[in-house]
T-cell receptor, first 113, second 112 residues
């Protein structure tokens, strides 16, 4: 089974721009979660989608948004980028029931200059 | 408010010895706990999990212990190997949560 795939792996954006990151979950997984990791910080939960619906949301500003498609693929978008948005963005998928293990992709490294 | 805590930012252990990584949680609703290992520039890799109905789960060199009354869990790695050097994240979830909450991580260095 293919793992969680994230694209692009690396990108550089300018302050004020917007960015879209993509995630393809493991086949059969219906839940996709997004996390942000900044240097020295743990994994901060952004949001979680299940069957195209956002089930949970972390404490991030409205500039951070996401969506999930009918094939479970997910995208997250960050608008009006700030320097502090530079981070590793990780996508994880699971079957969707509580008690399921989540599996991560390799992440998308975003640098805002 | 940090619901999952890993109070040791770093740990150094000699190769062949036991590594013990600790994790504390505050939310008594958590009933499923996981450990992940992360190398630089890679996504976290699932290591081992434990349900709240158990107090121990073992997988090869990795054993997780859960003390529900103390809201504490630990990961034991025996014997430790240089390839185990990584950041280890403790995580927790619950039936009412649907999301997985991670601790800040502990950086383990295994010295040859």
């Amino acid at each position: 089974k293919a793992g969680v795939t994230q694209t692009p792996r690396y990108l550089i954006k300018t302050r004020g721009q917007q960015v879209t990151l993509s995630c393809s979950p493991i086949s059969g997984h219906r839940s996709v979660s997004w996390y942000q990791q900044t240097p020295g910080q743990g994994l901060q939960f952004l949001f979680e989608y299940f069957s195209e619906t956002q089930r949970n949301k972390g404490n991030f500003p409205g500039r951070f948004s996401g969506r999930q498609f009918s094939n479970s693929r997910s995208e997250m978008n960050v608008s009006t980028l700030e320097l502090g948005d530079s981070a590793l963005y990780l996508c994880a998928s699971s079957e969707g029931s509580s008690g399921n293990t989540i599996y991560f992709g390799e992440g998308s490294w975003l640098t805002v200059v | 408010d940090q619901q999952v805590k890993q109070n040791s930012p770093s740990l150094s252990v000699q190769e062949g010895r036991i590594s013990i990584l600790n994790c504390d949680y505050t939310n008594s609703m958590f009933d499923y706990f996981l450990w992940y290992k992360k190398y630089p520039a890679e996504g976290p890799t699932f290591l081992i999990s434990i349900s709240s109905i158990k107090d121990k789960n073992e997988d090869g060199r990795f054993t997780v212990f859960l003390n529900k009354s103390a809201k504490h869990l630990s990961l034991h790695i025996v014997p430790s190997q240089p390839g185990d050097s990584a950041v280890y994240f403790c995580a927790a979830s619950s039936l009412s949560y649907d999301k997985v909450i991670f601790g800040p991580g502990t950086s383990l260095s295994v010295i040859p």
